[in-house]
């Protein structure tokens, strides 16, 4: 058989494929009306966004994946499908902290999808308010190893606020070297945050031992003086590189190849548990010896896995210090209810910041 | 029935068609390989990407739609999944005109998915150059009424490309006011591109008669200046809002509500009838006296219809100006084979830009 037959036969089949797929992307879009059609009687303010349910859809997705598109892909294309559908019920708007281009956006596109409404404001705070204020639905702001810096702020945020997080987004970090040079030789000065600077501490020591580093506030600022500074360039992402037209010199410079930005996602809602959950706490305690280990040993005692421990100095003076603590499970899990219960022994504040099905990919 | 148990029984249903979906968005990666090993075994240099197959995809959708969800977003979504079955054969790399955030790569993103690669330069010169190196794929350029200017080079790009024209995309434009004031009455100068300060004209002389407009390269660089001048304003898109985090102060403030820029994409392909196309045409002809009704007779007496004619100075000193016609039709097609026959008796170039499907929506 002749290419051109094959072809006419293959793009036969592939018509008939999308016939179908457009039927049933259809009758889910209808299906979701119904949902909210239902809520709407029944409910005087329905939530119609329902992370517990999302993460539910693409653990399924992934489950059933065998190729030969990627998870990656798969999810890409579900978030979209989920997100078109929501909104015909509701447009959400998600607060982040901008500009456009950062990671942060492009973590609220890997979980909202580009249906949704971006709000990008200039401080983490704004984000916190803006959504304790109901003017967004829901905030995405950056937890851990952020290459813009912002960590602290988040952390800060979280010790006031009323929201909860209600879901985390994980979003895999490159670095690259950028600059407008024609030459490695010519660079005499990088700018990049100081995180990132760290994140290509052993790249940098290889390759260009003798130019000079300097941090400064974001990524975003370092492209932007590499774009206006002769002899310079800036360690920073892709979207920097395009945003101010740099060359990327040298890609993926980060020691780390796993390098990889934790998102949190502000709502006011509480999530069920979904049976993949992370649980966020904040722990405080008075200046003692022997505190933190009282601290962590009702959860090791329960059982209770803890993936991450973040001391911050407390900022209202009764208690030295506060801990950020994330353990696996959900808030309703026994383990956690009795490791929570022998904690209120011996800890002045137990606060808990969200329950939330863990970061799909 | 309770809303729970009513919910609890569409989400089944949701999840069933959910399965469906993704086994068919399986099978269609599946065939999509296929063709790629078919045409690998009898192609020394395969072409994955075929516009006129696409627009066939995206036409049969639109046909096919009777809601809920919008002609835009399942083409959207049809987008993806086409530029998702594409990239499993080859990732498309897309020369724009830089930067990032602008609405050439709105365009970008509307036209070839999220899979394909970005490629933004800095002038419309190196997107002609890049394609012509196969640096990149395809480029996408600005032709008519674009807010950001870049017109003029696009034809001037034309004169002197091999390159061919085997795309349209159209790309509403919206223009706001944006600035970081309190009230508007704190606004002294507004800053914007000249077709965008037009653009706006009656809105601009109803609410803001007394204030200073100046005309600058870029709605970015209004949006930059903005950004760092106290009591300035900018008329921009959406994206320059969101780069320089300037508040909207008035939207959609364009005086035609169907404010549109149209971009061409340039490849290296000839594009086949697809029963719904355009073709673009260059033709020259010398300074005399009835030389341009000479030009546009042969169309009108085969009944072509011509949707646009722009003329330039030629820069190569034998004929005054030269004509961008765009006509209706494929260059396949009899009225149009028999116009340019009669044609060539009165003009000293006809040069044959593309025959590509029409803007889909």
Redesign the interface.
Known sequence: MS?TN??AT??A???E??????N????????????AQ??Y???TKPVFYRPE?EVE?LR??IA??????SNE??T???R??MS??L??QQPLKIAFL????TYSQAAVYKHFG??AQ?I???TIEEVFREVEAQTANYGVVPVENSTEGGVNQTLDGFINTSLKICGEIELPIHHHLLANVDKVEQIQRIYSHQQSLAQCHHWLNSHLPQVERIAVNSNAEAARRAFNEAGTAAIAGQ?AA????LRIIASRIEDNINNTTRFAVLGQQEIPPTGGDKTSLLLSTPNQPGALYDLLEPFAHNQVNMTRIESRPSRQGIWEYVFFVDIEGHIQDAPIVNALQTLAKYTGLIKHLGSYPRAIL
């Open positions: 290419t094959n072809l293959v793009r089949q592939i018509d494929l999308d016939e179908k797929i457009q049933l992307i259809t009758q889910r879009a209808g299906l979701a009306t119904e949902v239902a809520k009687a029944q409910e349910r859809v399924n997705v059933r994946n065998k190729g030969p598109l892909t798969l890409r294309i579900f979209e499908i078109d559908c909104a015909l901008g500009p456009a281009g580009h249906a971006n990008p404001l200039q979207m395009d945003i101010y037209q």
